[in-house]
């Protein structure tokens, strides 16, 4: 089955550090998403982005299908980013069936 | 905003037992997912629905059923309860058509089997 593998495992930042979360995919996905677990284990949609680049506020994701990657970029980091982050592809046999990562977990130090 | 509610945030069940975990969307979704959660492994499909009535099979379904008799609700099974099903179970729903579609959680349910 197809594999997702995120980069890094584990970040530590200092608040106000820039920051690249990478995800990789072995296989052509229909569709891919970008999650934020906060510490409290609720996940939270960030983007939903097949291809190409989002922005929402001091977040962006870029997706290269071609290539099989998605990057997730954090500009000036604040606690509350802390989480684990995880990137999930829709396999390309309908139903809208999910893999995910294993996660980034980011630790934002004031 | 999709508001998808898990019945319980934290459930104790015991070995054996029959354990129903309840999921309610309200967004009119016809898609419904059950996924558990567990340390270094990420998330995995257990089951998912796509109508009333209808179910398939995710990557783990060993040890679970589900229910689907409303369009709102998915319950997930666990017939006879055992240890290795602690974990945290996520809920997620979202539509059919178009396919390009995001899911939504809901909050999670993190149940312990003693």
């Known amino acids: 089955g197809i594999q997702v593998e995120q980069s890094p495992p584990d970040l530590i930042l200092q608040e106000g550090a820039n920051s690249t979360l990478r995800c990789n995919f072995s296989?052509?996905?229909?569709?891919l998403q970008w999650f934020h677990q906060n510490p409290w284990g609720q996940l939270i949609n960030l983007f939903y982005i097949p291809s190409g680049t989002k922005q929402n506020g001091r977040l962006s994701a870029t997706t290269v299908a071609t290539e099989r990657y998605s990057l997730l970029y954090i500009s000036s980091s604040q606690t509350t980013d802390s989480g684990v982050y995880f990137c999930a592809v829709e396999r390309n046999t309908g139903f809208q069936k999910l893999v995910f990562g294993t996660g980034t977990r980011l630790l934002v130090s004031p | 905003d999709v508001k998808v509610t898990q019945s319980s945030r934290y459930l104790v069940k015991r070995t054996g037992e029959k354990v129903f975990l309840e999921c309610v969307q309200d967004?009119?979704?016809?898609?419904m997912f059950w996924y558990r959660q567990d340390p270094g492994l990420g998330l995995r499909l257990i089951y998912f629905s796509y109508d009333v009535k209808m179910k398939e099979k995710g990557d783990i379904p060993e040890g679970y059923s589900v229910s689907r008799e409303k369009k709102e609700r998915f319950s997930l099974i666990l017939e006879s309860a055992s240890t290795n099903q602690t974990s945290m179970y996520l809920c997620?729903?979202?539509?059919?058509?178009?396919?390009?579609?995001?899911?939504?959680f809901g909050d999670g349910t993190r149940l312990s089997i003693l």
């Open positions: 967004m009119d979704h016809e898609n």
């Open positions: 296989d052509s996905v229909n569709n």
């Open positions: 997620a729903s979202s539509f059919f058509r178009p396919s390009n579609q995001p899911q939504h």
